[in-house]
């Protein structure tokens, strides 16, 4: 996996904490996690609390895009299977297969209610949570997975950013909890946008689909963070970890912390480690264009300057 440009040669935490220690006049520790010397362990706690600092001053404007990352993942859903169900059953028999079907998906099919939950699967019938509503031999039904993981150093998902790249349709959502319920409850038209909501630590998709499309969302990280294999983390775990945002933040803030615990005066360094985090914000993502003299415009991909006169389209 690449790195992104911000944490490639980074100091470890404990090349941060022997810097801020020598920086203080103080023995250099030659461990840092897990070391019960108490200064060393003051500091680690300061290092951790920096990092939580840090990561919220970006998360509430998306400030770091070092932490900004795109997830993919695809739908599961599988369409044209056929069955035969009975009226007040909840099992449809005679299926020629019941391949790539699982417990916990849910089924579509004008034969059973919306939302029916698979139970139980054989080599020629599915089992659901809830009876058919008629009688029908051959009746139509797909089966697919409503809900989908959310990366585990997930803060938050980036608002517009979801779409289905199969069909190049961006995502509806994230719905409220009133609209999904009148989705799951009410009498609504499908249509052919796909809609999400973000609930119980979970990604919900409707309609369910009958297929495998290749969805993405971009998400701001938790992981301030990481191991030395790259693996993002919210907190220290390892001498050898090391932070994803610059280093340098982590030691201005670790000594603003610990001149004002020891209750010494704090303003000076306090003040260096914000007007280095402004700094650091303002710059990270890099900035567009604004002219004073000129309407400000987005990159113009497609226009009169670049068509052709006639011709156009053949």
């Not at 938790?222 to 983390?233: D, E, F, I, K, Y």
């Not at 000076?268 to 900035?287: F, L, M, P, T, W």
Request: charged share 15%; hydrophobic share 35%.
């Amino acid at each position: 996996m690449t790195q992104p440009l911000t944490s490639l040669n980074q100091k470890t935490i404990l090349r941060i904490v022997q810097e801020v220690m020598g920086d203080f006049g103080l023995p250099q520790p030659t461990q840092v996690v897990g070391n019960t010397d108490k200064t060393v362990s003051q500091l680690l706690i300061h290092a951790t609390r920096v990092g939580e600092d840090l990561a919220a001053r970006g998360s509430m404007n998306d400030g770091w895009p070092v932490m900004r990352k795109e997830y993919t993942f695809n739908l599961v859903g599988y369409g044209g299977y056929s069955g035969n169900v009975t009226a007040g059953s909840n099992v449809i028999t005679g299926m020629p297969s019941t391949t790539n079907i699982a417990i916990g998906m849910v089924g579509t099919s004008t034969a059973t209610p919306y939302g029916v939950t698979v139970t139980g699967v054989t080599a020629n019938s599915v089992t659901l949570d809830q009876p058919a509503l008629s009688t029908q031999n051959g009746a139509l039904f797909s089966f697919g997975n409503e809900s989908y993981a959310i990366p585990a150093d997930a803060d938050h998902f980036i608002q517009q950013t979801g779409w289905d790249r199969s069909f190049r349709w961006q995502l509806v959502g994230p719905l409220s909890a009133q609209e999904w319920q009148v989705l799951k409850s009410g009498i609504s038209p499908t249509g052919p946008r796909l809609r999400y909501r973000i609930m119980d630590g979970l990604i919900f998709v409707n309609p369910v689909p009958a297929s495998l499309d290749n969805l993405v969302m971009e998400y701001y990280s938790t992981g301030w963070c990481q191991s030395a294999t790259g693996t993002p983390q919210t907190s220290w775990a390892a001498d050898t970890d090391t932070p994803v945002l610059q280093d340098r933040l982590f030691t201005l803030g670790i000594i603003a912390r610990f001149l004002n615990r020891k209750g010494f005066d704090s303003t000076s360094a306090q003040r260096e480690y914000d007007d280095a985090v402004e700094a650091a914000i303002g710059r990270a993502g890099g900035s567009r264009v604004l002219p004073i003299n000129a309407r400000a415009e987005p990159p113009i991909l497609i226009g009169s300057a670049n068509l052709p006169d006639t011709g156009y389209g053949s």
